[in-house]
């Protein structure tokens, strides 16, 4: 956890505390920390422990901590305590504005060159170069390589102009508000609506209701660059800052050094700016209850969200810490509750959660979000309601509590486990949250120790008495959200006054609880024998055959000291299934899931596995069946017993189990049929496969004809025969130890008496679809509520089997290629879209070792709907220019240096090394022998990269693509219907002749129309 407080805000009276922790022995274990002895009054350590702290003249704060996680890089930050409260009417949204201005144009930069020299640099747009606005702040962030000297000193150098160099010139705004808009346009869909819904009741009656960072539509195309200048030159003051350097430095003095160069660099700008303190905007507490029934047509479901304002809390001593702790209990607690009312016979909800939101410097809320069925949301608020008055009433059980701190208790050894392996960019956040938000930083092995001295004496009745702050008359806020309003804010007050009045008789009953066993496994099974095992060096990993057939293969690492993950895979899955069973069979995974496939119920499953740390989950794709997962080396043993009850659970169906699931699935049918989104991409995946059956989406009368109990079954035999299944183990394993829970439980699943699902990979069955072979460009209409615009630009993709990995390679470049300069062309130059992503999908082929691979390359982007088509063409010109001219030598090396420190940091981490090994068995090299595959790999993308220059991109273009890439394509776009008055009124303005035709149709439209309604009205009275 991050704490902190202003400076000199308290005083040192607990230093000597945090320096006995600074002098503790660093290889103590867990179990070995002692609880610290302090009093509650006693004060929190004031000053950030570990790291480098301090304020330059001008008044900026730096933070500066050596850490080699990842290697060879830094996570950088300048954070300001200016957002979007501190705007002027006429202002609203400049704060925003000027972020996107800061990587347009600088006092050094132009033209985004800042954009281009990081990602020459291997700092990707958007993953390593970002920024953020809120209400009370924004930040910007770099990832930055710093194996050449010269790297650091540059990117600091970047930050130091975002302080106070930002250009903000008529020309810069003129460019940069078409991205603006766009991210404007993307935030008015249906979710973002009903933040903003939300946003106002919260916020009602201060300041920050009128504030929402991403600001007015007419400020945003209008506001001069004058005034944005303005807001920059009022505000961005050095001590309204703080600047934050973490990574693999030599030394950290150094980096001070730089820091102070730069931005001291920026003194005699920020002479010239007046300090101005920083107002507190109130935000009022209200007795009444405030209520939004909220009629949403493109939501994806019925929900209900239930709010309580509370001030926020500094952390300063002891006691609020603990009562920090006690707030995670509570919900924790209140989570567990609700999800087992969830999978309940008749459930009032489908999914509800309890969080502890920080909305805004001066409060934050108890926020309880649930979706339901639709109708349904009464039903919803008054179990919410129901459910916080019974802990009211009764609190919770001691096995309650106990459960949360076991919770509690592993995350926080699994962080102190981890303490010298955390990411640079954890401690960037932590460090920012002290600059920003006055969170203490103590350290994690001080944190371990405190909540180990206050973690057991919080008591039940404490952590329940958190809920006499959600209550009706505590600043509480209940909305709902449906497609069409069936509740009324009279039916709210009515289910308020109802639960009150069962509390207030005492009329709840206490929790009921489950019976749950101990065990995940009763009888653990007779273990298997190693037939053969294999010893690769070269990347040290070990193969085991085992007696039931499975092949399991593990790699010790030291990447992070409490992480194992793990997956497993089998070749066959849903291509196999005849085309009258599919729907069927790809609903199986859900249904399964829902009752259940480890052997128990989830909400048994969740008490059983209360302070373990071991998750489970799988898959069933067209051409393979997989599970995955990861745990704490700790309770490896508890993740192998889910494997095994993976293999030897038959689920087996009831019938009210079957009536949830189907309730849920039908009414998420319903909520994506109504989101413009939904019907495009699935428009998109029609025309783009053929209207394969694969590619189809379900529908409601679709869903009318699964077999739950096929499903079932079908799901079933996915996971029955041990000997189709391969599984990778990596992380802190010690052989010692895993080899025999790896024989008790992966070699004690039973073998079938026959083969189950067991498929030779190059007899699979392919997947029937076609790309078509000329162009369509087709306009997806669906009416909105605000006009959204989207479109998908598809190329098919046809790789050759004798060099089928190498393309596989040339693709994954020409994909970065063409995703950098399509935000170069549309946003940077024309100004049209926010982002553009581009996607290779090749998962369409069968996994076959001889077969050409087929596929696509899919240009992405949102954009005004207006200038779909537009986009469109700019888009394709770029492709051909490419394709004819081929990209320029930085370009090129641009790509490269992109996809090498990716594959550097990836080599850091177990994940990584996971999909090594599981790629490397899927390999169509791999016959027997791993290492062969994994020196493929090696191979295929080494001589990609030796050979990549201007002119192997420009080839790889033309082989890859179609040339000319206008002449087959697939170009789908999505756009508002037009209202029927705008059609009329569109025709209108067409010729003479035509417009007394049209006129002469509306007015017998009309007729009928009037007709209709007297009729209806003649029929109701």
């Not at 060096?537 to 039931?548: I, P, Q, R």
């Not at 069979?585 to 052997?599: P, R």
Request: proline share 5%.
């Amino acid at each position: 956890m991050a704490i902190a407080m202003e400076r000199g805000e308290v005083a040192a009276a607990a230093a000597p505390a945090a320096a006995d922790i600074l002098a503790m022995p660093s290889n103590l274990s867990f179990k070995s920390l002692k609880p610290l002895e302090l009093r509650e009054e006693d004060l929190l350590p004031s000053t950030p422990v570990g790291v480098v702290y301090g304020t330059l003249d001008n008044g900026m704060c730096y933070y500066v901590r050596q850490n080699a996680k990842p290697r060879a890089r830094a996570a950088l930050a300048l954070g300001v305590r200016i957002g979007s409260v501190m705007e002027e009417e006429e202002e609203r949204g400049v704060a925003h504005i000027l972020e996107h201005l800061a990587f347009s144009a600088t006092t050094k930069y132009t033209n985004h060159d800042i954009v281009k020299f990081l990602e020459s640099i291997g700092a990707e747009f958007g993953a390593c170069q970002n920024a953020m606005t809120s209400a009370d702040e924004t930040i910007y962030e770099l990832l930055v390589p710093v194996d050449k000297p010269e790297l650091l000193s540059q990117a600091i150098s970047v930050l130091a102009e975002f302080s106070a160099g930002i250009r903000a010139s008529q020309e810069d705004l003129e460019k940069e508000r078409g991205a603006v808009m766009e991210e404007y346009r993307g935030d008015r869909n249906a979710l973002g609506r009903m933040q903003q819904a939300h946003w106002l009741l919260l916020m009602q009656g201060s300041k920050y209701a009128d504030r929402l960072p991403i600001g007015l539509e007419n400020v945003i195309r209008n506001v001069s660059a004058e005034t944005v200048r303005n807001f920059y030159h009022k505000w961005y003051h050095p001590k309204h800052m703080a600047f934050v350097a973490v990574g693999d430095f030599e030394d950290t003095e150094s980096v001070v050094e730089l820091i102070k160069l730069h931005f001291q660099e920026k003194d005699p700008v920020f002479e010239k700016r007046a300090y101005n303190e920083l107002p507190l905007y109130h935000v009022p507490s209200h007795e009444e209850p405030r209520f939004s029934c909220f009629a949403e047509t493109e939501a994806g479901g019925s929900a209900v969200v239930a709010s309580w304002k509370i001030p926020s809390r500094q952390i300063v001593t002891v006691a609020d810490y603990r009562y920090t702790v006690a707030e995670g209990m509570f919900h924790s607690a209140l989570n567990q509750r609700f999800f087992k009312l969830s999978r309940q016979q008749e459930p009032p909800f489908f999914s509800c959660a309890s969080v502890d939101d920080n909305l805004v410097r001066p409060v934050k809320a108890y926020t309880i979000t649930a979706s339901c069925k639709e109708k349904g949301t009464l039903e919803a608020v008054e179990s919410i309601l129901t459910e916080v008055a019974r802990i009211r009433l009764h609190g919770f059980s001691e096995r309650e509590l106990a459960m949360v701190r076991a919770f509690l208790t592993t995350d926080m050894e699994s962080a102190y486990l981890e303490r010298d392996q955390m990411q640079s960019t954890s401690y960037r956040e932590e460090y920012m949250e002290h600059f920003l938000h006055n969170e203490p930083v103590v350290g994690i092995e001080y944190e371990a120790r405190l909540q180990k001295a206050v973690l057991p004496g919080i008591t039940a009745t404490e952590v329940a008495d958190i809920a006499h702050l959600l209550k009706a008359r505590l600043s509480c806020i209940i909305k709902t959200i449906e497609p069409r309003v069936s509740v009324t804010v009279k039916d709210l007050k009515n289910v308020i006054a109802k639960v009150q009045a069962l509390e207030d008789e005492g009329s709840i009953p206490p929790w009921n609880e489950e019976d749950v066993p101990e065990e995940v496994v009763e009888n653990k099974p007779e273990p298997g024998v190693i037939l053969e095992t294999t010893v690769y060096e070269e990347f040290g990993a070990t193969e085991l055959v085992l007696s039931n057939g499975l092949r399991v293969c593990y790699k010790p690492t030291d990447f992070l000291d409490d992480q194992i993950v793990f997956s497993g895979f089998a070749y066959g899955g849903l291509s196999q299934v005849p085309e009258k069973d599919f729907l069927t069979c790809s609903m199986g995974s859900t249904i399964a899931g829902e009752i259940g496939v480890f052997g128990h119920k989830p909400s048994v499953l969740m008490d059983i596995l209360a302070g373990k740390r071991a998750e489970v989950g799988t898959k069933i794709g067209a051409y393979m069946r997989s599970f995955s997962g990861d745990c704490s080396p700790t309770d490896l043993e508890i993740a192998l017993q889910l494997i095994y009850q993976l293999f030897v659970t038959s689920v087996h169906p009831g019938d009210d189990e079957v009536k949830l699931v189907m309730q849920m699935t039908k009414e998420g049918i319903e909520a994506q049929e109504r989101d413009p989104f939904t019907a495009y991409v699935n428009r998109v995946r029609e025309i783009n496969y053929g209207n394969s059956y694969y590619f189809k989406p379900i529908t409601v009368k679709d869903l009318r004809k699964v077999d739950p109990l096929r499903a079932c079954a079908f799901f079933d035999s996915c996971f029955k025969d041990p000997s189709a299944f391969t599984i990778a183990i990596v992380g802190k394993i010690i052989p010692e130890k895993v080899v025999p829970l790896i024989l008790q439980y992966l070699g004690g699943i039973p073998s079938p008496s026959e083969p189950v699902m067991k498929y030779n990979r190059d007899e699979l069955q392919g997947l029937p679809f076609t790309f078509p072979a000329g162009i369509i460009r087709e306009e997806v209409r669906r009416s909105m509520i605000e006009a959204q615009g989207s479109v998908q630009i598809t190329f098919p993709v046809e790789l050759k089997a004798s060099n089928v990995m190498e393309e596989v390679h040339f693709t994954s470049f020409i994909s970065k290629l063409l995703e950098t300069k399509m935000m170069q062309v549309l946003r940077f130059k024309h100004g049209q879209i926010y982002t553009a992503s581009v996607s290779a999908f090749l998962g369409g082929s069968k996994p076959s070792r001889s077969s050409d691979v087929c596929g696509d390359i899919a240009i992405s982007f949102s954009c005004d709907p207006d200038s779909a088509w537009k986009l469109v063409e700019f888009s394709l010109e770029e492709v051909a220019r490419l394709q004819l001219e081929g990209p320029t030598k930085q370009e090129v090396l641009t790509v490269l240096e992109i996809e090498q420190r990716a594959h550097e940091n990836g080599q850091q981490e177990n994940v990584y090394w996971l999909d090594r090994l599981s790629r490397a068995y899927q390999s169509r090299l791999y016959v027997g022998d791993l290492n062969t595959s994994f020196q493929g790999q090696d191979q295929w993308r080494d001589s990609v990269r030796s050979s990549l220059d201007e002119v192997a991109m420009q080839r790889a273009l033309c082989r890859i693509l179609p040339v000319p890439c206008a002449q087959r394509h697939t170009a789908v776009a999505l756009v508002p219907r037009p209202s029927r008055m705008k059609a009329i009124a569109g025709l209108l303005n067409s010729t003479t002749v035509s417009r007394k035709l049209v006129i002469a149709a509306a007015g017998a439209g009309m007729c009928v129309f009037m007709l209709w309604r007297l009729r209806q009205r003649r029929v109701s009275s």
